[in-house]
């Protein structure tokens, strides 16, 4: 794999703030493989998150959103009183969780629902109409001619 020396991009570069982030996020640090999640597309600007959340009640998760982060947080409640089970054996991961997902511009949360096991989390990407591209018409002149008078 290639090194960059980002260090140096930071010093001649402005307004990229993000980008860099996202680089020093994806190119350091141990992939995060729990729970596993799915990202589909519905529609031409709608997607639909899906994470595995078997074992969590809807009390138990919690979603965020700040600025351009989605941040899934899972954390099993235990009811005070109530004791612990012993397991022969765990095959079902039930460890409290922490997922980030950088969100692109204009993208917004519109609902989540726990079904089955599955935190089903819907996006819509809605761009503002000043920000979409538009049509500038272009205003056509009658050519002007100019008369040129002969000397008396």
Known sequence: MRQYDLPSLYRSTIGFDRLFNILDQVSGGEAQSYPPYNIERVGENAYRLTVAAAGFASEDLSIE????????RGEKKVAEGSRKPEFVYQGIAARAFERRFQLADFVQVTGASLENGLLHIDLVREVPEAKKPRQIPINGRASQVIETKKAA
């Open 65 to 72: 959103v700040k600025e351009n982060a989605l941040t899934l």
